[in-house]
């Protein structure tokens, strides 16, 4: 099932994916287009991967990590599908990140490669925006990069862990405006879901509605204000975002 | 006597209160209360954000490396990193020392609790946005690289205890004169002041709020004094804020935390 939490006529609703449609939870039928869409679900602590896929830290000129690169980040960067991020009017780089998000279902602490998968509720779909222009070498990438308010589309949906038969064989492809620019599969991540999952339970309490975005391939191309950018993985889902400028912004 | 307000087990609510931070009592109505009597929650519901780099002995630590490799040059944003709610623990409680490791380092930091949202904060406006005072123990396992993120150095398990209270912004005259002091089994470890700040608190909501909107129960570290003394299992530690008051803890080992799972 896909699930999906979205406002209409008011309030909150979960809805699920139906013949098109959004179904929510009180029975009404809507339009995908007459909703807002929040993420899927309300995130607790969000881990990221860096240089998670060999061909995009070779495209980064980093050598693959030995053990995961993982960075935090917080509530504030989340918005939901058809949403838009801002691009600030002096940068010269930023790119999507098309990525997997693996989304906890129970409380994990310890739990071996063998039975990580165990505490997967679901999958869903996350653009982990950077701006280049913003790095700095120190707890890098920091969260003026990765942390940024509506730098992190999320969704549309939540797609039951039950419903994807193997998450590390899915298509990711990033489309601006309609052109192909990013495309590779999860079977290249360096460190895998399992192993993540016995990574971070290694050393820390990992929970319910915990996230870990999973890293993204190689392709980052610069992006511009209008653009249209659409992160998708294959049988998860198709994420929209736009950009916008300063422009949008009277205050500041 | 100052104005504040506590988080205490198995309520919903925070509770306003006054409380004498040089005998650390509470006055609720008409008892008074030993602050060792009070079985504190955390005062804290939103996200903890820290600040890395902010003194300017931690960042004369670092010397020349700062024009080096991996750094390569000296900061120019502030450096954040986030205490994940896993970590989130109180007054009293017990820091889980991991298995494997022997020392910790007690970072301590004056917490700003956030009242209302903030957004692009301009510095005169910012400590509006501030509802008040509290004291974090920035708990991390020592790492000598600040290159990389340092999640498994800094977000384990009871890694930052919180409280004891929050004490009324108006209560504060200066938040940028505050003496901040360590004791290890009650002996003086470390003293430093946010007088040494490198961003004052005013210019770090106005940095921060720059590009990262805070929320009203959320707090921001302004950073954590140069050579961060070390404990073992068995200490105790005190975490004293002049004007906000003490924050104790214990380091204890991991194992004996049942409750969390096999070890």
Redesign the interface.
């Given at each position: 099932m896909r699930k999906a939490r979205i406002a209409y006529g008011g309030a909150i609703h979960e809805a699920i994916e139906w013949e098109g449609q959004l179904k929510l939870n009180d029975g009404r039928l809507v339009e995908e287009s007459k909703v807002t869409w929040l993420t899927p679900i309300e995130p607790?602590?969000v881990?990221a991967l860096g240089l998670n896929y060999a061909d995009h830290a070779a495209e980064l000129a980093f050598a693959a990590p030995t053990e995961p690169?993982?960075?935090?980040?917080?509530?504030?960067?989340f918005i939901g599908h058809q949403a838009y991020t801002r691009r600030p009017a002096d940068v010269t780089y930023m790119h999507y990140e098309c990525e997997l998000a693996v989304i906890i279902g129970k409380?994990a602490?310890?739990v071996k490669r063998e039975d990580a998968y165990n505490y997967v509720k679901g999958y869903s779909v996350a653009n982990d925006y950077a701006i280049r222009d913003?790095l700095?070498?120190?707890?890098?990438?920091?969260?003026?990069v990765k942390?940024?308010?509506l730098g992190t589309p999320f969704g549309p949906w939540i797609v039951d862990a039950v419903d994807v038969a193997d998450p590390m064989n899915l298509k990711l492809t990033t489309h601006v405006n309609n052109e192909l620019v990013q495309e590779g599969t999860t079977a290249d991540m360096i460190f895998d879901i399992p192993a993540l999952i016995a990574y971070l339970s290694s050393?820390?309490?990992?929970?319910e509605n915990d996230v870990i975005l999973t890293g993204t391939p190689k392709g980052s191309v610069d992006t511009a204000v209008g653009d249209i950018v659409v992160t998708e993985v294959e049988g998860i889902g198709r994420l929209v975002n736009t950009i916008i400028g300063d422009e949008s912004f009277i205050?500041? | 006597m100052s104005r504040a307000r506590i988080k205490v087990l198995g309520a919903n609510e925070l509770v306003a209160v006054d409380v004498n931070i040089v005998t650390n009592t509470i006055t609720i109505k008409d008892s008074v209360l030993s602050a060792n009597d009070i079985q504190f929650d955390t005062p804290i519901t939103g996200?903890v954000?820290g600040t890395?780099?902010n003194y300017k002995g931690a960042l004369d630590r670092l010397g020349d490396t700062v024009n080096e490799k991996?750094?390569?040059?000296p900061?120019?944003?502030?450096?954040?990193?986030?205490k994940?709610?896993?970590?989130f623990n109180w007054y009293g409680a017990a820091i889980p020392m991991?298995a494997g490791i022997s020392r910790l380092e007690m970072g301590a930091a004056l917490g700003l609790v956030i009242g209302k949202q903030a957004?692009?904060v301009d510095e005169e406006n910012a400590l509006t946005y501030v509802a008040g005072y509290t004291i974090v123990n920035d708990v991390s396992v020592p790492h000598d690289s600040?290159?990389?993120?340092?999640?498994?150095h800094k977000?384990?398990?009871g890694f930052c205890p919180i409280g004891p209270w929050i004490i009324d912004r108006q209560e504060v005259d200066n938040p940028d004169d505050l003496t901040i002091r360590v004791f290890i089994n009650d002996k003086l470890q470390q003293e430093n002041s946010t007088s040494n700040l490198i961003r004052s608190v005013t210019r770090l909501l106005a940095d921060v709020t720059e590009?990262?909107?805070?929320?009203p129960g959320d707090v921001l570290l302004v950073g954590v004094p140069e050579d961060a003394p070390q404990a073992q299992i068995g200490d105790k530690i005190r975490v004293e804020i002049a004007g906000i008051g003490s924050l104790v803890n214990v380091i204890v080992d991991e194992k004996e935390f049942k409750w969390?799972?096999?070890?």
């Open positions: 607790r602590t881990f690169l993982v960075f935090l980040k917080g509530p504030n960067t409380t602490r310890n913003y700095e070498n120190y707890y890098r990438p920091n969260l003026r942390n940024r308010d050393f820390m309490t990992v929970s205050n500041r | 996200t954000f890395l780099l991996p750094y390569n040059s900061p120019i944003a502030p450096v954040l990193y986030i994940p709610a896993n970590t991991p957004v692009a600040v290159y990389r993120p340092a999640v498994q977000a384990r398990d590009f990262m909107t805070l929320s969390s799972g096999t070890i």
